[in-house]
């Protein structure tokens, strides 16, 4: 197993073995907004609901949502419930139809699409890479779950207000105390520890929340005996506070930190030492000046930086030399209204601004084994680049949302995107409907162009380009149907398609898709594709009844390819069959009992070959190549969580003991394959070897909530 995949299976299996403390999150009650005429098609009657408020939007997902999403909504407290990993948000999301993710990082592909082209916004800020430990691609968020209290993700085609981004959108709000009552947590492990707290001052009209964690994930690393070679540490904050200026208007203050460091020393490879830290502060005006007028007003400043130092040899020869430091300085203000014209009718509008630098400093040396004329030789390559990009980005939109008789309502939108440093000026139009069939049945379609320009921050030095690359422009195809049976039976089915015209260019490693020095490996290769597709049908039915049972399942028939002329690659996660379901047994208040299993069909790799190549001092050589890039594929993956959770109810708190299970049944779920060869008689012999993902690992924990 090599540097990466260590950091990934010890980050991933010390998170599982962690124990944090969690403040009870109750969902923030909407601000007042302008009624409108609507039918609400999830509660089976007739009563009205704001037309603002009516999900239009096929494709979303809610969390800590009750009684205001669509059938697939999830309330925190199901999710506390059921088996988790680590506690961590986005780890959380990827139980969700159309997302996809492995066993080591945090980050997601939606319906085929990677982690970058999501746009994450919270308390109304966008924030830019929120993930620690991106040396092992981000192996866990930034953001603390217990922190969160709203979540929504839509994975398909979202409303105008959403620019930049091709794929899909994640909002979520915070925890907001209410009343006098104050709250505060402390959690400690092995692995890590995080306090919270939060209260209201002045009559509830002031309002404060803060968590941090600290997280010490080499300590893991020394109980394994590994203490030498690898060394990871995290810590974050989250911190606000929100004051009722008058009534009607809410001014907040929010504050964002993370931090993390990596020392990777291996004795067959360079060491890495890296360091990474991200800062975002942000103000944030809700105002209704009216029953029908209201507006949010959000001035962000980020400031992110890159540290990574790379030096040593490959197999005692090979020289690597690295020195890579960047930073990024944004500053955004976006501004959006809505305003009831009618009781039929309803107008959002709004604009973003942007202004963004960014500093590069990159230098790599490293040496290629390459077989020259009959020489085996180390190949120099050698990589400089200093450029200093800026950015200035102006996007704004339009969307009416008409109710159109008792029944249907839609929403036509407009957005206007530009870009200086890519030069892009893109016109986007959206639309979305909702018809509603019977009080029980919502059939929702959605249509629209979503482009994404290339951030200052995405250029691929490390591949020695510094070119900006036109944006991409994806066209979503969604149609959604979804009925409320009776005895609390919801079922959602779903069909959509996402063309990309001129999709980024990107690098791919063939070989080793995980390792702590991407570019400097000789298995590289660019892929310029000239369109992509996803396509699929999801269902997704729960039931929720009276009874301590609930049951969630899902299924997804799906592709994700990209095409070069008349070549068709498969998507780097693509999965044609996708299986979720969970079950959750709650006997009484004290008691809860949960399963959750998963099964996808295997992802594509490029197979490896291997020969004995003859050199001129007659000594032999052994040479790789490469079959069809991402021709293969890895076996089926399958695997089941258990979990059971105890809550003691005392003067002091709450306090809820858990037991999770992860992998239950010990599945070996291979990510990728390691060779080793040897040759005698001038015959080689491959071994070939899984790299699994995680293991079974059981873990308990407590929680204690004052």
Same mark, same amino acid.
């Given at each position: 197993?090599?540097?990466?995949?260590?950091?990934?299976?010890?980050?991933?299996?010390?998170?599982?073995?962690?124990?944090?403390?969690?403040?009870?999150?109750?969902?923030?009650?909407?601000?007042?907004?302008?009624?409108?005429?609507?039918?609400?098609?999830?509660?089976?009657?007739?009563?009205?609901?704001?037309?603002?408020?009516?999900?239009?939007?096929?494709?979303?997902?809610?969390?800590?949502?009750?009684?205001?999403?669509?059938?697939?909504?999830?309330?925190?407290?199901?999710?506390?419930?059921?088996?988790?990993?680590?506690?961590?948000?986005?780890?959380?999301?990827?139980?969700?139809?159309?997302?996809?993710?492995?066993?080591?990082?945090?980050?997601?592909?939606?319906?085929?699409?990677?982690?970058?082209?999501?746009?994450?916004?919270?308390?109304?800020?966008?924030?830019?890479?929120?993930?620690?430990?991106?040396?092992?691609?981000?192996?866990?968020?930034?953001?603390?779950?217990?922190?969160?209290?709203?979540?929504?993700?839509?994975?398909?085609?979202?409303?105008?207000?959403?620019?930049?981004?091709?794929?899909?959108?994640?909002?979520?709000?915070?925890?907001?105390? &209410?009343?006098?009552?104050?709250? +505060? =947590? @402390?959690? !400690?492990?092995?692995?890590?520890?995080? /306090?919270?707290?939060?209260? #209201? *001052?002045?009559?509830?009209?002031?309002?404060?929340?803060?968590?941090?964690?600290?997280?010490?994930?080499?300590?893991?690393?020394?109980?394994?005996?590994?203490?030498?070679?690898?060394?990871?540490?995290?810590?974050?904050?989250?911190?606000?506070?929100?004051?009722?200026?008058?009534?009607?208007?809410?001014?907040?203050?929010?504050?964002?930190?993370?931090?993390?460091?990596?020392?990777?020393?291996?004795?067959?490879?360079?060491?890495?030492?890296?360091?990474?830290?991200?800062?975002?502060?942000?103000?944030?005006?809700?105002?209704?000046?009216?029953?029908?007028?209201?507006?949010?007003?959000?001035?962000?400043?980020?400031?992110?930086?890159?540290?990574?130092?790379?030096?040593?040899?490959?197999?005692?020869?090979?020289?690597?030399?690295? &020195?890579?430091?960047?930073?990024? +300085? =944004? @500053?955004? !203000?976006?501004?959006?209204?809505?305003? /009831?014209?009618?009781?039929? #009718? *309803?107008?959002?509008?709004?604009?973003?601004?942007?202004?963004?630098?960014?500093?590069?400093?990159?230098?790599?040396?490293?040496?290629?084994?390459?077989?020259?004329?009959?020489?085996?030789?180390?190949?120099?390559?050698?990589?400089?680049?200093?450029?200093?990009?800026?950015?200035?980005?102006?996007?704004?939109?339009?969307?009416?949302?008409?109710?159109?008789?008792?029944?249907?309502?839609?929403?036509?939108?407009?957005?206007?995107?530009?870009?200086?440093?890519?030069?892009?000026?893109?016109?986007?139009?959206?639309?979305?409907?909702?018809?509603?069939?019977?009080?029980?049945?919502?059939?929702?379609?959605?249509?629209?162009?979503?482009?994404?320009?290339?951030?200052?921050?995405?250029?691929?030095?490390?591949?020695?380009?510094?070119?900006?690359?036109?944006?991409?422009? +994806?066209?979503?195809?969604?149609?959604?149907?979804?009925?409320?049976?009776?005895?609390?039976? #919801? *079922?959602?089915?779903?069909?959509?398609?996402?063309?990309?015209?001129?999709?980024?260019?990107?690098?791919?490693?063939?070989?080793?898709?995980?390792?702590?020095?991407?570019?400097?490996?000789?298995?590289?290769?660019?892929?310029?594709?000239?369109?992509?597709?996803?396509?699929?049908?999801?269902?997704?039915?729960?039931?929720?009844?009276?009874?301590?049972?609930?049951?969630?399942?899902?299924?997804?028939?799906?592709?994700?390819?990209?095409?070069?002329?008349?070549?068709?690659?498969?998507?780097?996660?693509?999965?044609?069959?996708?299986?979720?379901?969970?079950?959750?047994?709650?006997?009484?208040?004290?008691?809860?009992?949960?399963?959750?299993?998963?099964?996808?069909?295997?992802?594509?790799?490029?197979?490896?070959?291997?020969?004995?190549?003859?050199?001129?001092?007659?000594?032999?050589?052994?040479?790789?190549?490469?079959?069809?890039?991402?021709?293969?594929?890895?076996?089926?993956?399958?695997?089941?969580?258990?979990?059971?959770?105890?809550?003691?109810?005392?003067?002091?708190?709450?306090?809820?003991?858990?037991?999770?299970?992860?992998?239950?049944?010990?599945?070996?779920?291979?990510?990728?394959?390691?060779?080793?060869?040897?040759?005698?008689?001038?015959?080689?012999?491959?071994?070939?070897?899984?790299?699994?993902?995680?293991?079974?690992?059981?873990?308990?924990?407590?929680?204690?909530?004052?």
């Amino acid at each position: 197993m090599n540097a990466l995949a260590r950091v990934g299976f010890v980050v991933a299996g010390s998170l599982l073995s962690s124990a944090p403390v969690s403040v009870l999150a109750q969902p923030n009650p909407p601000a007042s907004t302008p009624p409108a005429a609507a039918t609400d098609d999830r509660s089976g009657s007739e009563a009205p609901i704001r037309l603002d408020r009516f999900v239009v939007t096929p494709s979303r997902f809610s969390l800590s949502d009750a009684g205001a999403g669509s059938p697939s909504t999830l309330t925190e407290a199901e999710l506390s419930a059921l088996p988790q990993v680590g506690e961590d948000l986005f780890r959380a999301i990827a139980r969700l139809p159309g997302v996809t993710a492995d066993d080591f990082t945090a980050k997601f592909w939606v319906r085929g699409a990677p982690q970058r082209q999501l746009l994450v916004r919270l308390d109304g800020a966008d924030l830019l890479e929120p993930f620690h430990l991106k040396d092992v691609d981000g192996a866990l968020s930034i953001i603390d779950l217990s922190a969160i209290s709203r979540l929504d993700l839509m994975t398909g085609g979202f409303n105008a207000d959403y620019g930049n981004r091709a794929a899909g959108v994640l909002t979520m709000e915070s925890f907001t105390p &209410r009343g006098p009552t104050r709250h +505060a =947590s @402390l959690g !400690l492990s092995l692995t890590g520890m995080r /306090a919270g707290a939060a209260g #209201t *001052v002045a009559d509830s009209r002031g309002r404060w929340a803060a968590s941090i964690r600290r997280g010490y994930p080499d300590l893991a690393l020394k109980v394994e005996g590994r203490e030498e070679d690898i060394f990871p540490r995290y810590w974050d904050a989250y911190g606000k506070f929100e004051f009722d200026v008058a009534p009607g208007h809410t001014v907040s203050a929010h504050a964002l930190h993370a931090t993390d460091r990596l020392r990777v020393l291996d004795d067959n490879a360079p060491d890495l030492r890296s360091s990474y830290t991200s800062d975002t502060l942000w103000t944030r005006w809700r105002a209704d000046f009216s029953e029908t007028l209201s507006a949010e007003t959000v001035a962000t400043y980020a400031f992110l930086t890159w540290r990574r130092d790379g030096a040593g040899r490959y197999n005692n020869r090979y020289a690597l030399e690295l &020195r890579d430091r960047r930073s990024l +300085a =944004s @500053l955004d !203000l976006r501004q959006d209204w809505s305003t /009831a014209l009618s009781p039929h #009718t *309803v107008l959002r509008a709004g604009w973003q601004a942007t202004r963004a630098e960014a500093d590069y400093a990159y230098s790599l040396y490293r040496e290629d084994p390459t077989v020259i004329n009959g020489v085996l030789v180390a190949n120099p390559r050698r990589i400089r680049l200093t450029p200093s990009p800026s950015n200035d980005a102006l996007g704004a939109f339009v969307a009416p949302r008409f109710a159109v008789g008792p029944a249907f309502n839609v929403e036509p939108g407009l957005r206007f995107d530009r870009h200086t440093a890519s030069g892009d000026t893109d016109v986007s139009p959206r639309f979305n409907a909702a018809y509603t069939l019977t009080p029980r049945t919502t059939l929702r379609a959605a249509w629209g162009l979503y482009t994404q320009a290339q951030g200052v921050h995405e250029l691929p030095v490390p591949f020695g380009d510094e070119t900006f690359q036109p944006a991409e422009q +994806a066209e979503h195809r969604i149609v959604s149907l979804d009925h409320r049976f009776e005895r609390g039976i #919801t *079922v959602r089915v779903e069909a959509y398609q996402r063309l990309t015209a001129d999709p980024r260019a990107h690098w791919l490693n063939r070989y080793d898709t995980y390792n702590v020095f991407p570019e400097a490996q000789t298995d590289r290769l660019l892929l310029s594709p000239d369109r992509a597709e996803a396509a699929g049908v999801e269902i997704l039915a729960q039931y929720r009844g009276r009874g301590p049972l609930s049951v969630t399942m899902s299924y997804a028939l799906s592709k994700a390819e990209e095409t070069m002329g008349v070549t068709a690659l498969p998507g780097l996660r693509d999965q044609r069959h996708a299986v979720y379901t969970d079950l959750t047994y709650t006997p009484n208040a004290r008691w809860s009992f949960s399963a959750a299993w998963q099964y996808h069909t295997g992802w594509p790799i490029t197979g490896v070959n291997f020969a004995l190549v003859t050199l001129n001092n007659n000594s032999r050589s052994t040479v790789r190549s490469f079959g069809p890039t991402l021709g293969s594929r890895l076996p089926d993956y399958h695997r089941l969580d258990l979990r059971a959770a105890r809550t003691f109810v005392t003067k002091h708190g709450v306090v809820k003991v858990f037991v999770d299970v992860f992998n239950a049944y010990d599945q070996a779920n291979p990510i990728a394959y390691d060779y080793t060869t040897s040759s005698a008689g001038g015959v080689i012999t491959v071994t070939k070897k899984p790299r699994n993902m995680l293991p079974i690992l059981p873990t308990a924990g407590i929680s204690w909530d004052l």
